[in-house]
């Protein structure tokens, strides 16, 4: 068994003095006992937070995740790991069928060597071409049963997000398949109308993918004003909301306001981060659409919408503190609340839980990450 001491540990509601035992990838205990161990790693003066969860990236490292093998796949995670995310979801953007397929049997086989791995989040294809933003609308569909069981079947308990719009599965099945397999219904890329969310909420939806990043607004129809996807993520309390945190996507004020109305509970932070995250690479191409690297952002080469951000964690959980938000309010936010959509023990620093931690200076600058127990060696 091993310890962390810390004056420092950040738990859900305070900041705690004590001792984190850890053994076989689980924590034993969190206090100020003195039990034997075979290594104590001193972090008197830092923070030790729950490890980052990650639940919507395209890549980072220069390595993405569709169309990859298994050493990129790897490669890209490793990446996200070495700023403190020690949980993530490899996110699929809209492909082809066969191309979507192999992609989640590659990522499978990776997260076999590699526990980062919790599973994986499709984002598409069945979304709305009015709202497309960078994915290629030329394999936009309508939900196609035959399809999305065969991945449900075939990858029972891995697929554990599922991004589409709503108004597409008019009955609902597909929306009921979801959730009838653990997997998370998420609203997004999506034109859906109140009516069309409420449906999809009293079927199991229960989160946003990021929040006014094409998601639909307020339109008139015979001079009555109808919500869209965006006044429907506050409008019902089922629903947490994913907010891209790179003060890019939205600008800070944007950003506070809507942690401020929705509530700190109900916020999950995430990069929707591009391969070229944690690099230097200044152009690129996703799923057939190019991409230039300008302003912090990653942009379509006409310059009409974001393609993605270029973030990694540790970047979004500064900018969020940089709002005055308190280091155990953006923990929640970072790992925490995503951990309880997803129903994994980890997300916490309590008895029980991963033993994933990320520790932080004063500056809030990486500077160490444990993952399941293990002490990462590169930072």
């Not at 152009?283 to 919408?305: C, L, P, Q, Y």
């Not at 938000?325 to 953006?330: A, G, L, M």
Request: proline residues 2%.
């Amino acid at each position: 068994m091993k310890r962390i001491k810390s004056h420092k540990i950040v738990l859900l509601d305070r900041i705690y003095d004590g001792y984190i035992y850890f053994e076989g990838g689980q924590i034993i205990e969190v206090s100020n006992n003195e039990l034997e161990v075979s290594e104590t790693y001193d972090y008197s003066h830092d923070f030790v937070l729950p490890g980052f969860i990650e639940s919507h990236t395209h890549g980072a490292g220069g390595c993405g995740f569709l169309n990859s093998d298994v050493k990129d796949i790897v490669e890209a995670c490793n990446t996200h790991l070495k700023h403190g995310t020690t949980a993530i979801l490899p996110t699929i953007t809209t492909a082809s069928f066969g191309e979507m397929y192999n992609s989640i049997k590659n990522i499978k086989e990776a997260s076999n060597d590699n526990p980062n791995i919790i599973g994986v989040h499709l984002e598409g294809p069945y979304l709305s071409k009015k709202q497309c933003g960078a994915q290629n609308p030329d394999f936009i569909t309508k939900p196609i049963k035959d399809e999305y069981l065969k991945i449900l079947s075939d990858f029972p308990s891995f697929i554990k997000r599922w991004t589409y719009a709503p108004e597409n599965d008019l009955d609902m099945e597909f929306t009921k398949a979801l959730t009838n397999n653990n997997v998370i219904a998420s609203i997004g890329h999506s034109d859906a109308k109140y009516s069309e969310v409420k449906k999809a909420v009293e079927s199991g939806a229960n989160l946003v993918t990021h929040l006014y990043s094409c998601t639909s607004t307020i339109v008139r129809e015979n001079g009555f004003r109808v919500l869209g996807v965006t006044e429907s993520a506050y409008a019902f309390d089922e629903l947490s909301i994913e907010l891209i945190a790179d003060n890019r996507h939205l600008p800070k004020e944007l950003l506070n306001l809507a942690i401020k109305t929705k509530g700190v509970d109900k916020v999950i932070l995430t990069t929707d981060s591009l391969e070229i995250a944690g690099t230097d690479i200044k152009k690129g191409s996703m799923n057939a659409i190019d991409f230039i690297v300008e302003d912090g952002v990653a942009k379509m080469t006409d310059r009409s919408a974001f393609v993605g951000s270029i973030a990694t964690s540790d970047i979004l959980f500064r900018n969020v503190i940089d709002l005055g938000y308190s280091i155990n309010e953006v923990s929640k936010m970072m790992s925490h609340n995503i951990a309880q959509l997803l129903h994994v023990n980890k997300g916490d620093i309590k008895k029980g839980y991963d033993a994933d931690f990320v520790i932080l200076n004063n500056n809030y600058q990486i500077k160490d990450v444990f993952t399941l127990g293990n002490k990462i060696k590169e930072k």
